[in-house]
């Protein structure tokens, strides 16, 4: 492995680093965007049980919010609530999409980073393929000659960072690509989780109970 990096010269440095960098993203990405970390399947249901009678305390509403990023999102709605039992439809649901908002800023995390690594690690190939260019010119002696070892070590420089170019971005992009359409279902599925956690929340504010009443006084 030391010999072939030797062959591609010092480009070949910038884009082990960029695989570096690239697999660390992709590992903390895997890890953080299990869906048992950002949208549990059953939270939903969860909390419209626990809250069927009446809300919860404020430790209750604090581990939901550290559960998960759907539980930061419920949570948010549970405190508006707690906090302003007059509080009106729209400022509830301002109050639950800024919190979703936030929430998929979050599992966005270094998904830019990663899809610059996977746009970059081409170009960083194409440098380092010039670089071998010019070695590979430059073996030509000015008196005709050519200097084989030069010409040799010019195309390992160009064609080793090339291919090591492609190796980096072709991975790098497929998962971007995948981490993409994962932010995407799981923002989705907060997005209707909140929706049906809003009319549900209506019934302990002030006018929601006020309304209840009357119509059973009705």
Request: glycine share 10%; charged share 15%; proline share 4%.
């Amino acid at each position: 492995m030391f010999s072939i990096i030797q062959a591609a010269g010092w480009p070949i440095w910038l884009l082990i680093a960029c695989s570096i960098v690239a697999l660390a993203l992709i590992l903390e990405r895997l890890y953080q965007l299990r869906r048992v970390r950002v949208a549990p399947p059953s939270l939903l249901d969860e909390v419209l049980g626990v809250t069927r009678t009446s809300l919860p305390s404020a430790d209750v509403v604090g581990k939901l919010a550290e559960n998960s990023a759907l539980g930061y999102v419920l949570a948010a709605g549970l405190r508006s609530v707690i906090a302003e039992p007059r509080i009106s439809e729209d400022a509830l649901r301002q109050s639950i999409e800024n919190a979703g908002r936030e929430a998929v800023h979050r599992t966005e995390r270094y998904l830019n980073a990663l899809g610059t690594i996977a746009a970059a690690a081409p170009l960083l190939g194409l440098f380092g393929t010039v670089i071998g260019m010019i070695e590979i010119f430059g073996a030509q002696g000015a008196d005709g000659t050519t200097n084989p070892q030069q010409l040799a070590h010019g195309i390992s420089i160009a064609l080793y960072n090339t291919a090591f170019g492609l190796i980096v971005a072709i991975p790098s992009l497929m998962f971007y690509r995948y981490f993409r359409g994962l932010v995407d279902s799981f923002q989705l599925s907060m997005e209707l989780a909140a929706a049906r956690l809003l009319p549900h929340l209506l019934r302990f504010t002030v006018r929601g109970a006020s309304g209840g009443n009357g119509a059973t006084g009705a």
